[in-house]
């Protein structure tokens, strides 16, 4: 069983910044490829980032490009989500996500909802204008 616990979340105001944790347990966290998701209210979860085992690879989502970036810290078990230039659009639920499948990392897998066996409950992110 994995656990995962967002924080980090808060109202903010347009174009400041927030880094969203991710703290993982339960299962050995460098074989886990993980994921951050999204959802506004009345729409649907959307992918934000994705990283690999190793770290080595990042991918993201097209319009969030050059002002979310996503990490991790193998020591702490923990995985990133740093925002920046947020604007109200960005205003939703945040998701960590992780697939312990140990599958081989592909970028399109883990744009969606099925790459991953493990949620977490969320954290709010306002942005106000």
């Known amino acids: 069983q994995v656990q995962l616990v967002e924080s980090g979340g808060g109202l903010v105001q347009t174009g400041a910044s927030l880094r969203l944790s991710c703290a993982a347990s339960?299962?050995?966290?460098?074989?886990?490829?993980m994921g951050w998701f999204r959802q506004a209210p009345g729409k649907e979860r959307e992918f934000v980032a994705s990283?690999?085992?190793?770290?080595?690879?990042?991918d993201y989502a097209d319009s969030l490009k050059g002002r979310f970036t996503i990490s991790r810290d193998t020591a702490k078990n923990t995985v990133y989500l740093h925002m920046s230039n947020l604007i109200p659009e960005d205003t939703a639920v945040y998701y960590c996500?992780?697939?312990?499948?140990?599958?081989?990392?592909?970028?399109?897998?883990?744009?969606?909802?099925?790459?991953?066996?493990?949620w977490g409950q969320g954290t709010q992110v306002t942005v106000s204008s």
């Open positions: 990283i690999s085992r190793s770290g080595s690879s990042t």
């Open positions: 996500a992780a697939d312990t499948s140990g599958h081989f990392y592909s970028a399109l897998t883990h744009r969606v909802l099925y790459g991953y066996d493990y």
């Open positions: 339960g299962r050995t966290f460098t074989t886990f490829t």
